[in-house]
């Protein structure tokens, strides 16, 4: 077993990595003082991969909506269900299937140790049925009704139908009615024993825990796993959007609306470049922003607006977006604004506010075990490291931004999506 602890000079914080003999990767980092303590336990395999090979095998193409339904699963065994076993230990337990991984998650202030049992022997014990698979499609597909009936879900996912012609990013985390309704106890074994390997999961702990804790409960209830090769595949897809405008009616009380720019995706984002990305959108758009006065003054916004920057496999965009009485004229603000300072060149003074903004951010968010440990999740999957952010960020130049702005928020390849009353004009 090789334990390397991982050390941040510039915030002075360290936690350590543990190559588990399982296959699993371990991340603990202790917070000295804290009482409670989070644990996430999570598999690189999301919504996205619906066409994967193991060792250059022949490809296997499974249903929309099959990793959610996973998850859902994976909570009932033959001795009870998982969520039972944690009330009698007091831990607050949840899960979730994004785009690109799934997560299995719990956090309490007392027993730990038998806790994190629970989390790593459920989710290591598969147990699949045609009745209990049958049963499930009913729960999964309201759900799907639910969030076919959420405005803030459709503006998303009309914009993304909008700007990607191919990848299944465009497609609901939890798939459709249609696409649930092939998914069978057989198929849900297939991919669990392809993607919840060891090799290809991550287990991160943060707060009032030890590596000797977590070194321990591993020991006893991880066993090795053959390590495979899983090959995912996706169609080709072009840098341009599909279209430039989506619009539907919804009974909403104020317009809502997403405007996306879709960025090229050859490769994930590096420290590097997340950390210039993060403070370009943070010049560009934050509450402090020249463009966020203009749009609060022009009565285009409310506190609702955002941004993000939105990566995964495949796919890149950036979002702004919030609700808005004209969202038109807020986009083409946005549009205008962009178009403004990639002609007339970023101010160095917003730069060092931005820089420090998300300097700050970024180290304030180590006093959060939940923060910690999901970043590390994440930042394992795309091949980053926490500390490695942190300096990035520190160490990013104005000249740096000003070269991510040009090659980035191209105003010829972004979709506006609008969810607005029907009888609501849009101007």
Not at 125 to 135: E, H, I, L, R
Not at 314 to 340: L, N, T
């Amino acid at each position: 077993m090789n334990i390397t602890e991982v050390k941040s000079q510039r915030v002075g914080d360290s936690y350590y990595k543990i190559n588990h003999p399982s296959g699993l990767t371990i991340y603990v980092y202790p917070k000295e003082g804290y009482k409670s303590t989070y644990a996430i336990f999570g598999t690189k395999y999301g919504s996205i991969n619906t066409c994967f090979s193991v060792d250059d095998g022949e490809k296997i193409t499974v249903p929309d909506g099959i990793a959610h339904y996973l998850e859902h699963k994976l909570f009932e065994s033959e001795d009870g269900d998982a969520f039972a076993k944690y009330a009698k230990t007091g831990a607050n337990a949840n899960a979730y299937t994004s785009f690109e991984k799934t997560c299995y998650l719990f956090s309490c202030t007392e027993k730990f140790e038998e806790s994190l049992e629970i989390l790593l022997g459920f989710v290591q014990d598969p147990y699949f049925t045609a009745q209990t698979v049958a049963k499930e499609q009913g729960i999964i597909g309201q759900e799907i009704k639910m969030y076919d009936d959420s405005p803030d879900w459709r503006v998303m996912f009309n914009m993304l139908e909008c700007m990607y012609r191919n990848h299944p990013v465009k497609i609901d985390i939890a798939g459709t009615v249609e696409s649930i309704s092939h998914i069978t106890a057989e198929k849900l074994y297939e991919v669990y024993n392809v993607f919840y390997n060891l090799n290809n999961m991550v287990l991160c702990v943060a707060g009032n825990a030890t590596v000797e804790q977590v070194v321990k409960i591993a020991d006893k209830m991880l066993k090795k796993a053959d390590k495979h090769k899983i090959t995912n595949y996706f169609e080709d897809e072009p840098y341009e959007i599909v279209k430039d405008y989506v619009e539907q009616s919804f009974p909403v009380s104020m317009p809502l609306f997403n405007l996306g720019y879709k960025e090229r995706a050859d490769k994930m984002l590096n420290e590097k470049e997340l950390a210039q990305t993060e403070i370009l959108l943070s010049m560009l758009a934050s509450d402090t922003s020249v463009l966020y006065r203009n749009l609060m003054d022009a009565q285009l916004i409310n506190s609702s607006f955002s941004y993000e920057l939105f990566e995964g496999p495949g796919y890149c965009s950036v979002i702004f977006g919030g609700e808005s009485r004209y969202p038109q004229k807020a986009a083409e603000m946005i549009k205008a604004y962009i178009s403004e300072v990639k002609k007339n060149g970023l101010s160095r003074e917003e730069f060092e506010i931005a820089q420090k903004a998300v300097y700050g951010d970024a180290v304030s968010s180590l006093n959060s075990v939940s923060s910690i440990s999901n970043m590390i999740a994440d930042y394992h999957f795309n091949g980053n490291e926490l500390f490695s952010y942190i300096d990035a960020i520190a160490n990013v130049t104005f000249d740096d931004v000003t070269t991510r702005l040009s090659q980035m928020l191209d105003n010829n390849n972004c979709t506006l999506s609008v969810v607005k009353q029907a009888a609501d004009e849009v101007k």
